[in-house]
Nanobody, 123 residues
C-alpha cells in the first residue's frame, strides 16, 4: 500500500511564501509521476502542478510563475514552493502519485492520494 503524507501548510499573509512537502512510501518512488491538487470550500478539486519521473514539470495557469514543484528521489519527497501567495490560493492541498511515465492534469490519472494540508492566505 502506497501512502502519501503532506506537511508544511499553515496561515500566511498575501505576498508571503510557503513550502509544503509530500513524502511517499513507494519503493519505486523515482518511477512515479507526482502532482499537487487543491480544493477550496465549495469548489472542485483542481490541478496545481505536476512533475514527471523525468523531471519535466507542468503548472496550472493560475500558479505559473509563482509556484515551483520539485522532487528529491533520495528522500521520496515532492515539494511545492509557493511564492507571492494570494487569498485565492487558500485551499486544502493534496499530493497525488501514479506509477507512470507521463503527467496528467486529471484526478483520474493518479491512484494514490495524501490526506491534504491546509494553506490559508489571509490578512
Amino acid at each position: 500500500q502506497v501512502q502519501l503524507v503532506e506537511s508544511g501548510g499553515g496561515l500566511v499573509q498575501p505576498g508571503d511564501s510557503l513550502r509544503i512537502s509530500c513524502t511517499c512510501s513507494a519503493r519505486t518512488f523515482s518511477g512515479y509521476a507526482m502532482a499537487w491538487f487543491r480544493q477550496a470550500p465549495g469548489k472542485e478539486r483542481e490541478f496545481v502542478a505536476g512533475i514527471a519521473r523525468s523531471g519535466s514539470v507542468d503548472y496550472a495557469n493560475s500558479v505559473k510563475g509563482r509556484f515551483t514543484i520539485s522532487r528529491d528521489n533520495a528522500k521520496n519527497t515532492v515539494y511545492l514552493q509557493m511564492s507571492t501567495l494570494k487569498a485565492e490560493d487558500t485551499a486544502v492541498y493534496y499530493c497525488a502519485g501514479a506509477f507512470s511515465i507521463t503527467l496528467s492534469r486529471s484526478e483520474q490519472g493518479y491512484a494514490y492520494w495524501g490526506q491534504g494540508t491546509q494553506v490559508t492566505v489571509s490578512s
